[in-house]
Protein backbone atom coordinates (compact mmCIF):
# COMPACT_ATOMS: atom_id res chain seq x y z
CA UNK A 1 0.00 0.00 0.00
CA UNK A 2 2.01 3.08 -1.19
CA UNK A 3 1.86 6.23 1.62
CA UNK A 4 0.20 9.48 0.62
CA UNK A 5 1.81 12.91 2.36
CA UNK A 6 0.58 15.96 3.29
CA UNK A 7 3.02 18.80 2.76
CA UNK A 8 2.56 22.33 3.57
CA UNK A 9 4.81 24.73 2.89
CA UNK A 10 5.74 27.83 5.26
CA UNK A 11 8.18 30.87 5.18
CA UNK A 12 11.39 30.47 3.56
CA UNK A 13 11.33 26.92 3.61
CA UNK A 14 14.52 27.09 5.23
CA UNK A 15 13.67 23.61 7.28
CA UNK A 16 11.09 20.65 6.57
CA UNK A 17 9.76 18.96 9.43
CA UNK A 18 8.67 15.41 9.31
CA UNK A 19 5.78 14.18 11.31
CA UNK A 20 6.03 10.05 11.98
CA UNK A 21 2.93 8.86 13.48
CA UNK A 22 2.33 5.80 15.31
CA UNK A 23 -1.22 4.13 15.64
CA UNK A 24 -3.11 6.44 14.83
CA UNK A 25 -2.97 9.42 12.26
CA UNK A 26 -6.26 11.45 13.75
CA UNK A 27 -6.04 15.41 12.48
CA UNK A 28 -7.49 16.36 16.01
CA UNK A 29 -4.73 14.84 18.19
CA UNK A 30 -1.78 16.04 15.76
CA UNK A 31 -3.70 20.18 15.73
CA UNK A 32 -1.41 21.23 19.26
CA UNK A 33 1.38 19.15 17.64
CA UNK A 34 1.62 21.28 14.29
CA UNK A 35 1.05 24.29 16.15
CA UNK A 36 3.65 24.03 18.26
CA UNK A 37 6.32 23.19 15.47
CA UNK A 38 4.42 25.99 13.23
CA UNK A 39 5.28 28.48 16.43
CA UNK A 40 8.77 27.04 16.72
CA UNK A 41 9.93 26.72 13.20
CA UNK A 42 7.68 29.33 11.49
CA UNK A 43 9.98 28.55 7.92
CA UNK A 44 9.70 24.95 8.44
CA UNK A 45 7.90 23.02 5.89
CA UNK A 46 5.63 20.16 7.23
CA UNK A 47 5.35 16.84 5.53
CA UNK A 48 2.85 14.08 7.17
CA UNK A 49 3.24 10.96 5.48
CA UNK A 50 0.09 8.85 6.26
CA UNK A 51 -0.54 5.30 5.99
CA UNK A 52 -2.63 2.75 7.49
CA UNK A 53 -3.54 2.88 11.08
CA UNK A 54 -4.81 0.75 13.49
CA UNK A 55 -3.99 -2.56 15.80
CA UNK A 56 -5.08 -5.01 13.34
CA UNK A 57 -2.87 -3.31 10.11
CA UNK A 58 -0.72 -6.11 8.77
CA UNK A 59 1.55 -3.86 6.73
CA UNK A 60 4.99 -4.57 6.17
CA UNK A 61 7.02 -2.06 8.15
CA UNK A 62 9.78 -2.28 6.14
CA UNK A 63 7.68 -1.51 3.37
CA UNK A 64 6.39 1.51 5.02
CA UNK A 65 9.66 2.79 6.12
CA UNK A 66 10.97 2.45 2.91
CA UNK A 67 8.01 5.21 1.45
CA UNK A 68 8.55 7.51 4.17
CA UNK A 69 11.81 7.14 3.13
CA UNK A 70 11.38 7.90 -0.36
CA UNK A 71 8.70 10.37 0.15
CA UNK A 72 11.31 12.70 2.76
CA UNK A 73 13.91 11.96 -0.84
CA UNK A 74 11.34 13.22 -3.06
CA UNK A 75 10.86 16.28 -1.01
CA UNK A 76 14.26 16.84 -0.49
CA UNK A 77 14.58 16.74 -4.29
CA UNK A 78 11.99 18.92 -5.03
CA UNK A 79 13.93 21.78 -2.83
CA UNK A 80 17.17 21.05 -4.62
CA UNK A 81 15.28 21.47 -7.71
CA UNK A 82 13.98 24.97 -6.61
CA UNK A 83 17.16 26.42 -5.55
CA UNK A 84 16.85 26.43 -1.90
CA UNK A 85 17.70 22.81 -0.29
CA UNK A 86 16.52 22.45 3.35
CA UNK A 87 19.02 23.56 5.62
CA UNK A 88 18.04 20.54 8.30
CA UNK A 89 15.63 17.93 8.07
CA UNK A 90 13.72 17.19 12.03
CA UNK A 91 11.81 13.63 11.89
CA UNK A 92 9.02 13.80 15.09
CA UNK A 93 7.92 10.52 16.19
CA UNK A 94 4.56 9.89 18.01
CA UNK A 95 2.73 6.89 19.49
CA UNK A 96 -0.34 5.70 20.13
CA UNK A 97 -1.64 9.22 18.60
CA UNK A 98 -0.06 11.14 21.80
CA UNK A 99 0.88 14.82 21.21
CA UNK A 100 4.30 14.21 22.92
CA UNK A 101 7.34 13.53 20.75
CA UNK A 102 8.11 10.26 21.37
CA UNK A 103 11.44 10.78 19.19
CA UNK A 104 13.00 13.83 17.49
CA UNK A 105 15.78 13.18 15.32
CA UNK A 106 17.80 15.82 13.23
CA UNK A 107 20.08 16.42 10.50
CA UNK A 108 21.97 16.73 9.51
CA UNK A 109 22.95 16.47 13.46
CA UNK A 110 23.16 18.84 16.12
Same mark, same amino acid.
Given at each position: ?6 ? +? #??? /??? !?? %??? &????? =??? +? #??? /??? !?? %??? &????? =? ?65
Amino acid at each position: MPIHTYF +E #QNG /DSS !AL %VVL &LHGWS =DDE +E #QYA /DLV !AA %VKM &LEPNA =DLLRPHYRKGIAHNENPFVVASEVEVAISETYEHSLMDGKPYQRIVLIATAWGASDPQGVRVWPGQ
